[in-house]
């Protein structure tokens, strides 16, 4: 322990980090031991060019950004969505086709205690979001008389707790070797001096590195493996508080292998020019998105010949991949987007600050980042009402409220 304690403390001495043991001696035995090794696994190079980033604005000014071409669902031929789907079904039935869903994140906003996915809204009766996304699977599997593997990304902080509902929901039927949990990576948390905080229990303070995370976590944690062995090529990835995701959708697949895309998207309409939600877009001749905050006013509200938003497809998390492009995908770290946070921390002398304002720098890649490492992507235009209702804020927009109406909406509207 001592020898490992002094290769702890001279590594933080050389990057001005000996704050990250402050709380040691307080710690018990093996408190400390994980300390210590969550220090000599930080990437202190890393961190520090992270933080450089911090105060550089995104410059466009020698991008070339131009729309990108999309199939709108409601206008397909009858024809052509029958063909469409008619190769996707035949991919499913064959078991090539696994689903991924994004559950790292705690309810907090929602004033809830516990992982988001647990959360329940009242359809009739209260069901967790995990039970709604659930049946959309199971229903899936019994119509094209297939098993669809059904992967879940969890966090250090809610892997537990996620994991225990499953298992007392007995995996919903759909047999525990079915149902495959793997845990999202975290990057520590810095304050505006560039120093690493301690959280409350005395330790590094670490927040999940974002959603763009998922790839590297695959193969880190073994999933692509897993994937590769039952022989799926084809992965739909979605958040788990999008209660209306058709995480299996024969028609966008069908879209994606006739196009040879190795990668496809959902998007809705945007409801106006200054929306704040991430477009759909080609950056240097490359499939991309470019975020509310980033996109010019000029290009947020220009329009085409039929009186449509030239950027108006907003992207929904709802993509699809062959399990090629996340292999490539993975071997590549995406970059890192920071976001100023309220975080509490250990100070100097040990004691707990509860701040009352943003005081720490996260740090989180973005999925759509990853579209770029591709030549192309199909996007496919669906109706908002069917296909997104997310449960993001605890009232108004995006909320328990609105996404309750939209499910039971849609229920009303398949019967």
Same mark, same amino acid.
């Given at each position: ?92 039935? $064959? ?231 996340? $292999? ?43 579209? $770029? ?21 605890? $009232? ?20």
């Amino acid at each position: 322990m001592d020898k490992k304690y002094e290769k702890a403390k001279e590594k933080l001495k050389i990057y001005h980090q000996d704050q990250l043991l402050i709380s040691y001696d307080r710690l018990i035995e093996q408190k400390r031991e994980e300390l210590l090794d969550q220090v000599l696994k930080i990437d202190f190079e890393r961190m520090n060019e992270l933080y450089k980033q911090v105060s550089k604005k995104k410059d466009f000014k020698d991008c070339k950004i131009e729309p990108l071409s999309y199939i709108d669902k409601e206008k397909l031929s009858k024809q052509d969505k029958e063909n469409y789907e008619k190769e996707g079904i035949q991919l499913i039935k $064959e078991g090539k086709y696994a689903v991924v869903t994004m559950a790292g994140g705690q309810g907090t906003r929602l004033g809830h205690n516990g992982p988001k996915g647990t959360f329940e809204l009242e359809v009739g009766e209260k069901k967790p979001l995990f039970t709604l996304l659930s049946e959309t699977i199971r229903e899936a599997q019994k119509k094209y008389k297939a098993v669809i593997p059904w992967y879940i990304m969890t966090s250090r902080e809610n892997n537990y707790k996620t994991t225990d509902f499953f298992r007392r929901h007995n995996y919903f039927g759909m047999g525990e070797e079915n149902i495959k949990f793997f845990i999202q990576n975290e990057l520590p948390m810095m304050d505006v001096n560039g120093k690493i905080l301690v959280d409350e229990k005395g330790l590094v303070k670490q927040a999940a590195d974002g959603h763009g995370g998922i790839f590297e976590a695959m193969q880190k944690e073994g999933i692509i493996k897993d994937m590769k062995k039952r022989g799926i090529n084809w992965i739909f990835i979605a958040g788990v508080d999008n209660v209306l995701a058709k995480m299996v959708d024969p028609l966008l697949t069908g879209i994606a292998i006739n196009k040879k895309c190795l990668a496809a998207g959902k998007s809705v309409v945007k409801n106006n020019p200054k929306e704040r939600v991430g477009v759909f877009c080609k950056k240097n001749n490359k499939p991309s998105v470019i975020e509310y905050t980033e996109i010019t006013d000029e290009m947020a509200e220009a329009i085409d010949e039929n009186g449509e938003l030239l950027y108006g497809e907003s992207h929904i998390l709802c993509n699809l991949f062959h399990i090629k492009a996340i $292999e490539t995908i993975a071997k590549n770290k995406l970059p890192y987007h920071s976001a100023f946070k309220k975080a509490k921390y250990i100070d100097k002398n040990g004691v707990i600050v509860v701040p009352e304002v943003p005081n720490a720098y996260k740090f989180e890649s973005f999925i759509f980042d990853a579209f $770029e490492a591709l030549d192309n992507m199909a996007i496919m235009r669906v109706k908002r009402e069917e296909e997104f209702a997310p449960v993001k804020n605890a $009232e108004g927009v995006d909320s328990p409220e609105t996404a309750t109406k939209l499910y039971l909406d849609y229920i009303k509207k398949r019967k």
